[in-house]
């Protein structure tokens, strides 16, 4: 069995150490992080987490983060891409507050447990899965947070690097087979789950890429928020980041343009072939006028039909077997 066989339909493993992590420690950690992201971190209790998205001025995305409070500090787990330049925006807005932020990456080795049967794996290594979504419990010299890479159920587990050779030969051990960065990607994309630095960029508003479990409308003032507030009282956005299938025999290419009835309908951000789909999925950007009226999509450069996968249909995608 590989890697993607196991994220489909038992478990495998996936690295994920080159993720940036961020501790953010000092007395103002949470009041500086809850007033430059979307989300409530001082709601935030120890052994809980959240994702949110850091964003600029203008309401533009910069980053996406999932934040994890271990106590004495908040761990902040996001994009390759962005952790150099979120620790940055983080520093820029440090003046007289008591506030450390210290990149932690190369420090943990980090995995993600996937698929079906990640929790029984889990139990099998002597992990526990925490009960709920960005919840985590300490392990050994780590923790275990409810967290997944794919869409499929799993954990994401945080142990010290010169640890990792005793986890990866534990993971081996229980016939788990470790999934490619590839696997993953194709995984994630048939579970219509978007990535930042793919599906996600500073190009968008944050309601534009439909995640809304990383805003909260009720918590006062953030850098970004006013350009939030006003998408959500006029109940309106030019675009939405949407799952597609596209009827071709290759994967368009990233920025390949929509048409729908000889206009501009909209942008592929991602694409892929699924070999258990049998079909080609990923995201694209569509205007919201074709979406309303359903309207029919062609790839513009080669006239290939597009299909809106509805939630429905994306939901099911966990249970086709390969």
Request: glycine share 10%; hydrophobic share 35%.
């Amino acid at each position: 069995m590989n890697g993607y066989q196991g994220l489909r339909t038992r478990t495998a493993w996936i690295d994920l150490s080159s993720r940036g992590k961020l501790r953010v420690s000092g007395e103002d950690r949470a009041r500086l992080l809850h007033s430059l992201c979307t989300n409530h971190v001082q709601e935030l209790a120890p052994g809980e987490g959240l994702y949110t998205y850091f964003l600029n001025e203008k309401g533009r995305v910069l980053a996406d983060s999932y934040i994890y409070n271990l106590g004495e500090s908040l761990l902040l787990d996001t994009e390759p891409e962005t952790a150099v330049s979120l620790a940055a925006h983080l520093d820029k807005y440090i003046i007289a507050d008591d506030v450390v932020v210290e990149d932690e990456t190369g420090r943990w080795f980090t995995v993600g447990l996937e698929g079906p049967a990640s929790a029984k794996a889990s139990v099998g290594l002597g992990i526990q899965p925490p009960a709920k979504r960005c919840a985590l419990i300490e392990w050994g010299a780590g923790f275990v947070v409810q967290v997944a890479e794919t869409g499929m159920p799993g954990i994401r587990i945080f142990t010290p690097m010169d640890e990792r050779h005793n986890l990866a030969a534990r993971l081996t051990a229980a016939g788990i087979p470790q999934a490619t960065q590839q696997e993953a990607r194709l995984v994630r994309l048939e579970n219509g789950k978007p990535r930042y630095g793919e599906d996600i960029s500073d190009r968008y508003l944050a309601q534009e890429t439909q995640q809304l479990h990383a805003l909260h409308f009720n918590k006062g003032c953030y850098l970004g928020q006013e350009i939030v507030e006003r998408v959500r009282s006029r109940g309106q956005v030019r675009r939405h980041l949407t799952p597609i299938e596209v009827a071709s025999d290759s994967p368009p290419a990233t920025g390949s343009k929509l048409a729908s009835d000889g206009g501009a309908a909209g942008e592929i951000t991602s694409a892929v072939y699924s070999p258990a789909l049998q079909k080609i999925v990923g995201f694209a950007y569509l205007r919201t006028e074709s979406l309303e009226k359903k309207m029919p999509l062609t790839v513009e450069e080669t006239g290939s039909p597009v299909q809106v996968r509805t939630a429905s249909a994306v939901a099911q995608n966990s249970s086709v077997a390969v």
